[in-house]
């Protein structure tokens, strides 16, 4: 079979189970999971924040990078509220509240995977459950990186700047490898999920392309959704305070679908070899 008519027949396969596997349903499901994890994942990484000398402007800018504006302002208060103070009860009250309920959301993503890969899960159930806290924990990890990362860099973009004048253009490449960073962190994170989540055997180049994929995705959809949201939309008007988090699940809806979807793109590249095995 010839590569293009690989592609295509990987594009086919997509498509079908789009359709067949109730992929729309799936990412309503994983929507709600984040909703209900999104706090205490907040608060615990906000809490860090303090530890880290990151102050409370910083961290709000990175969410609103991450999410639309209007999504954002139903966080902000909540937010500086916990970064302006250090208190390590709400560290470690926060940080089992978000192992369990956002371990929670990541088992809804295993259950998503298996649906994709048309498996049934066969490990014990302590075992899924180790898998999604120790998923959570690596979240968590990478968030925080995410976050100190910018500031590092800053810093030694600032101490370089001191040293040598730089021209506009350099300053505009820093601004788009910082970019590149975080896709590339992102798409590592998306590699880590889509091997270690369904319950089958995955080489990493049969993830690579979700991952790719649905990396992409979640930043133009992240984008898209942000400039409607924040020129063409009215929620907060027509909602009033509920109009951030009804922004905030529709964004998690989406970014639940992109994440399935790059699943799905996976599943079918393993079909495909599966295929050609026989």
Known sequence: ??????????????????????????????????????????????????????????????????????????????????????????????????????????????????????????????????????????????????LVLPVFGQLIFSFVQRLVPLPAETVMLFSLFRWLVVFVIITLVLIGIYQTAPNVTLPLREVTVGALVATGGWQLISLGFSYYVNNFSHYSATYGSLGGVIVLMIWFYLAGLILVFGGVVNASIHQQRLNRQR
């Open 1 to 146: 079979m010839s590569q293009w008519k690989k592609i295509k027949s990987i594009i086919k396969r997509v498509f079908a189970s789009v359709f067949n596997e109730g992929i729309f349903d799936l990412a309503a499901a994983l929507a709600y999971y984040f909703l209900l994890s999104i706090f205490p994942l907040l608060i615990f990484l906000v809490a860090l924040l303090p530890y880290l000398s990151i102050d409370t402007d910083q961290a709000i800018r990175f969410v609103k990078d991450i999410v639309p504006e209007q999504a954002a302002r139903s966080i902000d208060q909540p937010i500086r509220e916990v970064v302006e103070q250090r208190r390590g009860g709400i560290l470690s009250t926060s940080l089992l509240a978000t192992l369990w309920i956002a371990s929670n959301a990541v088992g809804g993503i295993i259950r998503t995977l298996n649906v994709a890969y048309q498996v049934d899960e066969t490990r014990s159930i302590i075992q899924v459950k180790l898998l999604s806290i120790a998923m959570t924990i690596a979240f968590v990890l990478v968030f925080t990186l995410m």
